[in-house]
């Protein structure tokens, strides 16, 4: 007997779907059934809309009948909450936009559209993308598929878990300091941040312009390189959009281990990486340098202010981000003393506390009398940061690591330690401070919980990067599926 | 460096956000935690670096200047807490 589609891989359902033997309806059914079972223990949705999937599912199978659409057409895609759909909410997992109902699709739901993929639910996501275990969501918890007393990570929690519990097989996520590669590491999953510039922010909801980025989750490289090249390309309406072509996939699975030069910094192998994950990064190497692979540590000193820099940089772009909501033109609107009272009501009251926190530190980086000591110091920082990744892919093909310091936590661990949660991302910031593609794929397990492994490169070698995650993971071990449902 | 009580209610004002005296403290005490944390880059030298905003350096980026279709002013105003006749309904800013 055959697997059920739930359980197929995008690339399968998508041959399968242009081979005729299975109809888009079809596969939109299976997945909604397998929702059904699933997320009340899950948690991955906020908002699924049955009859736009019925309908999107629909409208792919039409042009699949004209033998249309694009290398995907028909396959579901679950979509990050901060992404902007029309005439579906996109809350952002925020009290303040809880009714927010978007006139207008982001480019990269147009571009989906537009290849008939099927846009299947908004998942859940740290408030406004603001943290690193889903719990900072205003609405629900997000679980982990492989433990469902752990956090599936952050802040595309909802994103990673949907696709591990085979809800479905692909999903959009953001990542601005690790918001993709950390979930995927955490709920074993293949998890993409593309260069900046390359996948448009145009209806994303942004939280740190200078570092956001729309990215895939997938459980295998081929399924995650084909939503990348289904997303990617240059947009007009994003004015730090790269003038580069979508990302390509036809020389995905002609890479080879053998001769490959990978640099692994000492200072993402610090006492801080538990023994655990340490351990079965260890074995994965092994594996590696067995086929060929030349690992060589390296010293990139500036990747230890990484956090500093990310907690300067990130807040204070979120604090002129967030300033747009007042309450005026949509969201929620309270009463207070004055009109400058209405708006600190509406926001003291729609934010939850860790967009507060993070607006705050932001304007206090930004105000007078500390702007050069934090801001501007930071930026430097971040210069120096990408120099020295710069200079180490002069003699690299790339730059590998753990993807998290632990494997997922418990649910409520963490939750009076803001700052323990905060470095988690220490392995994932430097990628975005540098705008460079990033991937995490699985390692292995500890513990029976899935450890992630990063891979990082030069601006605008996505295809490369994609092209050794591939290769990499052909020669890994396969990573089970978590034992539910 | 450390932040005081008066400097968490004065960043609170220029942020626009109403906190109430528990928040204010919880704040008092992140921020410092963070703070404390950015020391590691205090002492760096970072002398004659250029401060680098972006990933990614783009230099005049225009749009033409041509018509496009855009929302429809019924569309535009769905979201709005209040509207009439077809204006967002602002709260009041100059008294009476």
Same mark, same amino acid.
């Given at each position: 007997?055959?697997?059920?589609?739930?359980?197929?891989?995008?690339?399968?359902?998508?041959?399968?779907?242009?081979?005729?033997?299975?109809?888009?309806? +079809?596969?939109?059914?299976?997945?909604?059934?397998?929702?059904?079972?699933?997320?009340?223990?899950?948690?991955?949705?906020?908002?699924?809309?049955?009859?736009?999937?019925?309908?999107?599912?629909?409208?792919?199978?039409?042009?699949?009948?004209?033998?249309?659409?694009?290398?995907?057409?028909?396959?579901?895609?679950?979509?990050?909450?901060?992404?902007?759909?029309?005439?579906?909410?996109?809350?952002?997992?925020?009290?303040?936009?809880?009714?927010?109902?978007?006139?207008? #699709?982001?480019?990269?739901?147009?571009?989906?559209?537009?290849?008939?993929?099927?846009?299947?639910? !908004?998942?859940?996501?740290?408030?406004?993308?603001?943290?690193?275990?889903?719990?900072?969501?205003?609405?629900?918890?997000?679980?982990?598929?492989?433990?469902?007393?752990?956090?599936?990570?952050?802040?595309?929690?909802?994103?990673?878990?949907?696709?591990?519990?085979?809800?479905?097989?692909?999903?959009?996520?953001?990542?601005?300091?690790?918001?993709?590669?950390?979930?995927?590491?955490?709920?074993?999953?293949?998890?993409?941040?593309?260069? *900046?510039?390359?996948?448009?922010?145009?209806?994303?909801?942004?939280?740190?312009?200078?570092?956001?980025?729309?990215?895939?989750?997938?459980?295998?490289?081929?399924?995650?390189?084909?939503?990348?090249?289904?997303?990617?390309?240059?947009?007009?309406?994003?004015?730090?959009?790269?003038?580069?072509?979508?990302?390509?996939?036809?020389?995905?699975?002609?890479?080879?281990?053998?001769?490959? !030069?990978?640099?692994?910094?000492?200072?993402?192998?610090?006492?801080?990486?538990?023994?655990?994950?340490?351990?079965?990064?260890?074995?994965?190497?092994?594996?590696?340098?067995?086929?060929?692979?030349?690992?060589?540590?390296?010293?990139?000193?500036?990747?230890?202010?990484?956090?500093?820099? *990310?907690?300067?940089?990130?807040?204070?772009?979120?604090?002129?981000?967030?300033?747009?909501?007042?309450?005026?033109? *949509?969201?929620?609107?309270?009463?207070?003393?004055?009109?400058?009272?209405?708006?600190?009501?509406?926001?003291?009251?729609?934010?939850?506390?860790?967009? !507060?926190?993070?607006?705050?530190?932001?304007?206090?980086?930004?105000?007078?009398? %500390? %702007?050069?000591?934090? %801001?501007?110091?930071?930026?430097?920082?971040?210069?120096?940061?990408?120099?020295?990744?710069?200079?180490? %892919?002069? #003699?690299?093909?790339?730059?590998?690591?753990?993807?998290?310091?632990?494997?997922?936590?418990?649910?409520?661990?963490? !939750?009076?330690?803001?700052?323990?949660?905060?470095?988690? #991302?220490?392995?994932?910031?430097?990628?975005?401070?540098?705008?460079?593609?990033?991937?995490?794929?699985?390692?292995?397990?500890?513990?029976?919980?899935?450890?992630?492994?990063?891979?990082?490169?030069?601006?605008?070698?996505?295809?490369?990067?994609?092209?050794?995650?591939?290769?990499? +993971?052909?020669?890994?071990?396969?990573?089970?599926?978590?034992?539910?449902? | 460096?450390?932040?005081?009580?008066?400097?968490?209610?004065?960043?609170?004002?220029?942020?626009?956000?109403?906190?109430?005296?528990?928040?204010?403290?919880?704040?008092?005490?992140?921020?410092?935690?963070?703070?404390?944390?950015?020391?590691?880059?205090?002492?760096?030298?970072?002398?004659?670096?250029?401060?680098?905003?972006?990933?990614?350096?783009?230099?005049?980026?225009?749009?033409?200047?041509?018509?496009?279709?855009?929302?429809?002013?019924?569309?535009?105003?769905?979201?709005?807490?209040?509207?009439?006749?077809?204006?967002?309904?602002?709260?009041?800013?100059?008294?009476?």
């Amino acid at each position: 007997m055959s697997q059920p589609l739930f359980a197929q891989s995008a690339a399968d359902l998508a041959r399968r779907l242009r081979a005729r033997e299975v109809s888009a309806t +079809e596969v939109a059914e299976a997945h909604l059934d397998r929702v059904s079972a699933t997320d009340p223990q899950v948690g991955a949705f906020l908002t699924m809309p049955r009859d736009e999937v019925m309908a999107d599912a629909a409208a792919a199978q039409a042009m699949l009948d004209r033998g249309e659409g694009g290398p995907l057409c028909g396959v579901p895609v679950g979509i990050k909450d901060n992404i902007s759909t029309r005439g579906v909410a996109t809350t952002c997992a925020s009290k303040l936009l809880e009714n927010y109902v978007p006139p207008f #699709d982001a480019t990269v739901i147009e571009k989906l559209r537009a290849q008939g993929i099927v846009c299947f639910g !908004k998942t859940n996501l740290d408030e406004f993308a603001m943290g690193t275990s889903c719990e900072n969501s205003a609405f629900q918890l997000t679980r982990n598929p492989w433990d469902l007393d752990r956090t599936p990570g952050g802040s595309s929690g909802g994103s990673a878990a949907c696709v591990a519990a085979q809800q479905v097989p692909l999903s959009l996520g953001s990542d601005t300091g690790g918001s993709i590669r950390l979930p995927a590491a955490l709920c074993g999953l293949v998890g993409f941040k593309p260069t *900046y510039g390359r996948v448009s922010r145009y209806g994303l909801i942004a939280f740190g312009s200078s570092l956001d980025q729309i990215g895939p989750f997938g459980r295998t490289v081929e399924d995650v390189a084909l939503l990348s090249e289904a997303i990617s390309g240059y947009d007009h309406l994003d004015s730090t959009s790269l003038d580069r072509h979508p990302i390509q996939t036809n020389a995905l699975k002609s890479g080879s281990l053998r001769g490959l !030069k990978l640099a692994i910094p000492d200072q993402l192998m610090t006492d801080e990486i538990q023994p655990g994950v340490r351990a079965t990064f260890e074995s994965a190497l092994d594996l590696l340098r067995k086929e060929g692979v030349e690992i060589t540590p390296v010293s990139l000193p500036s990747i230890q202010y990484g956090v500093t820099t *990310y907690y300067i940089i990130a807040p204070a772009e979120a604090s002129s981000n967030l300033a747009r909501f007042d309450g005026i033109r *949509y969201g929620l609107r309270l009463e207070g003393e004055g009109h400058i009272g209405n708006v600190a009501t509406t926001r003291g009251e729609g934010f939850g506390h860790e967009v !507060k926190a993070r607006i705050m530190i932001g304007t206090y980086v930004l105000s007078a009398g %500390y %702007y050069d000591a934090y %801001y501007t110091r930071a930026q430097q920082v971040r210069a120096l940061m990408v120099q020295e990744f710069e200079s180490t %892919y002069r #003699d690299f093909d790339a730059v590998i690591s753990p993807t998290s310091p632990s494997v997922a936590f418990r649910l409520g661990e963490l !939750k009076d330690n803001p700052m323990a949660m905060k470095l988690l #991302d220490f392995c994932t910031i430097p990628a975005n401070m540098g705008g460079f593609p990033s991937i995490s794929i699985p390692a292995g397990l500890s513990d029976h919980l899935p450890v992630g492994l990063q891979l990082t490169g030069p601006i605008g070698d996505d295809e490369r990067i994609l092209q050794l995650a591939y290769a990499l +993971e052909q020669a890994l071990p396969p990573t089970p599926s978590p034992a539910m449902g | 460096m450390s932040i005081s009580v008066d400097e968490v209610r004065h960043v609170a004002k220029l942020a626009r956000l109403e906190l109430d005296e528990a928040e204010i403290l919880a704040f008092q005490s992140e921020l410092n935690a963070l703070l404390g944390h950015f020391q590691d880059i205090a002492s760096l030298n970072v002398e004659g670096i250029e401060p680098k905003p972006h990933a990614v350096a783009l230099r005049n980026v225009w749009a033409d200047d041509v018509a496009r279709p855009s929302l429809l002013r019924d569309e535009a105003l769905r979201n709005a807490p209040v509207t009439r006749a077809g204006l967002f309904i602002v709260p009041q800013i100059i008294e009476d």
